[in-house]
């Protein structure tokens, strides 16, 4: 599966944005996905994941209550909405898809940047 990761921008502090992966190649919907960042000299960090039906997601604590997870299997398309954005938010932002109930993440997106301003 190929994906591309887009949606990303820059953002005052409290505000919002929806970063969106599509996927191409095969069958979405056999996939697990997830949402993972980057920070400036930092390590790459877990933000959320989805179920390949959707019913079930996770979130890292730092964006629970903030940040929802979601996905369009028709459209072959994740989504995170990021709402009350804060500065320390600012990252490259990656999508990832997964065959192994999130052990593991073997495809990845190409990242898109999102920085919030304070």
């Known amino acids: 599966v190929q994906l591309q990761a887009f949606g990303g921008g820059l953002m005052q502090a409290g505000g919002s944005l929806r970063l969106c992966c599509a996927a191409s190649g095969r069958t979405f919907s056999s996939y697990g996905m997830g949402w993972f960042r980057q920070a400036p000299g930092k390590e790459r960090e877990f933000v959320a994941s989805?179920?390949?039906?959707?019913?079930?997601?996770h979130y890292a604590d730092s964006v629970k209550g903030r940040f929802t997870i979601s996905r369009d299997n028709a459209k072959n398309t994740m989504y995170l909405q990021m709402n009350n954005l804060r500065p320390e938010d600012t990252a490259v932002y990656y999508c990832?898809?997964?065959?192994?109930?999130?052990?593991?993440?073997?495809?990845w997106g190409q990242g898109t940047e999102v920085t919030v301003s304070s």
């Open positions: 989805i179920s390949r039906s959707g019913s079930n997601t």
């Open positions: 990832a898809a997964t065959r192994t109930g999130g052990i593991s993440y073997s495809y």
